[in-house]
C-alpha cells in the first residue's frame, strides 16, 4: 500500500553496524547532520525546479549563503555584489574582510556589475530582481563578463522562480530562500543551494561542519509548499499586475516599482529574460506625503498584514527603510531610491478586489 504522502524521517541516527552506510549521492548516511531521507527528497525536487544536478537545503537563505561564501572564497580573492542587495548577504561579505576577502558592491545594473568584474574576481552574486526597488539586472550578461575571467557566478533567485532558470545562462549556482515562494505559507524557514557547476562535495562538507542543514520537518513543510508553487506564483504575479496598474493611477502614489508596468524602465530587460509575462508578486510604490504617509497608510490595513517578509499566502506591506535598508548608509539609500515614503507589498493568494479595495482605503481613498 503506497501512503498519498512521503514520510518524515525524524530520526537523528542511521544504522552503521561496520561501513558507515552511504545516501543515494555517495556522501555519509550515519546522521541526519550530514544527510536525511526527506531533505534528500526536497533536495532532488528543488532541483528538478531549477534544472539543477542537484542541491543542498539548509536551515535558511543565510546559511546556504554562508556555505557559499566559506566553500569558495579565500584570503585576497574578491566577491562582487550589487549594492541593492539582501542587507545580510551583503552584512556577512563585509564580516569576511577581516580574514582578507576584498568585497566590491556594484550599482545593480549589469553595465556596473560587468564595470566591477575584474581578473581578480573569484566570485559574483547577483540577484535578478532588487529589493526593495525591483530593478531587474541584466543576469545573462554578467555571467557572460563573468565566465571572461573566469569567476564563479551564483544567482539569487528567490525572487523569481518559474520565470527565470540562471543554470540555463551558464549560471554556475542558483540560491533560493525556501521561506518565501518555495515554501509559500509564511510559517518556514529554509535556503537551499542548487548547482550546475559547483563542487558538491565540498560544499556538502561545509554544510556538515556548520550543521545548517534543514530539520527534516521543515524540509517535509517546504515539500507539501512545492505543490502549490506554480498555482500561487501566477496568482500572486497576476494580482501584483494589477495592484501595480491601480496604483500608477492613484493620487496619492507618486511612483511604482513594478517591472510589469510597460512604463517601467526596467519592464523591457524583464520581458526580454523572463521565460513567462508574468513578473512576480512584490511591487514597491512611493507616498506622496512621504515618511507620514506611508506610516499612515501601515496602520490603516485590514487586510494586508504589515510585516518584512514575502511570496507567502498573506499579503504583507513592509516599510524598507525599518526593515530590508535598515542597515544601509543613507547616501546609497538615496542613490537607489529607498527613501522614507517606500513602501514595499508582497501580495499574497487573497482576492484582487478586496486586496485593492483595502490598499484604498489604507491610502485615505475610502
Known sequence: MKPLHDPVYLTVAFEQAGETGLSDRGFDLKYSREENPTVRLLEKKV??????????AFNSGMAAISALYISTLKA??????????????????????????????????????????????????????????????????VIRRAKEVGATVVVDNTFSPLIFKPLKVRADGVIHSLTKYIAGHNDVMGGALI????????????????????????????????KTLE????????????????????????????????????????????????????????????????????????RVFPSPSLGGVESLASYPVMS????????????????????RLSVGVEDADLLIEDIDRALGGG
Do not use: C
Open 324 to 343: 530590508a535598508a535598515k542597515t544601509m548608509p543613507e547616501e546609497r539609500r538615496r542613490l537607489l531610491g529607498i527613501t522614507p515614503g517606500l513602501i
Open 47 to 56: 532541483a528538478s525546479i531549477e534544472g539543477g544536478t542537484d542541491s543542498l
Open 231 to 302: 498555482l500561487r506564483f501566477e496568482r500572486q504575479s497576476r494580482t501584483a499586475q494589477t495592484i501595480a496598474e491601480f496604483l500608477s493611477e492613484h493620487p496619492k502614489i507618486e511612483k511604482v516599482h513594478y517591472p510589469g508596468l510597460k512604463d517601467d524602465p526596467y519592464h523591457p530587460t524583464a520581458r526580454r529574460i523572463f521565460s513567462k509575462p508574468l513578473f512576480g508578486g512584490v511591487l514597491s510604490f512611493l507616498h506622496r506625503e512621504g515618511e507620514s504617509g506611508a506610516k499612515a497608510f501601515l496602520m490603516r490595513l485590514k
Open 76 to 141: 585576497g580573492e574578491e566577491v562582487v555584489l550589487p549594492m541593492e542587495g539582501y542587507g545580510t548577504t551583503i552584512q556577512l561579505a563585509e564580516e569576511l574582510r577581516k580574514f582578507g576577502v576584498r568585497v566590491k558592491l556594484a550599482y545593480p545594473s549589469s553595465e556596473a556589475l560587468n564595470e566591477a568584474i575584474t581578473e581578480n574576481t573569484r566570485l559574483v552574486l547577483t540577484e535578478v530582481v532588487t529589493n526593495p526597488t525591483l530593478k531587474v539586472i541584466d543576469v545573462p550578461e
Open 195 to 226: 548547482w550546475g557547476d559547483l563542487d558538491p562535495e565540498n560544499l556538502w562538507h561545509w554544510r556538515r561542519r556548520l550543521g545548517s542543514i534543514i530539520q527534516p520537518f521543515e524540509a517535509w513543510l517546504v515539500i507539501r509548499g512545492l
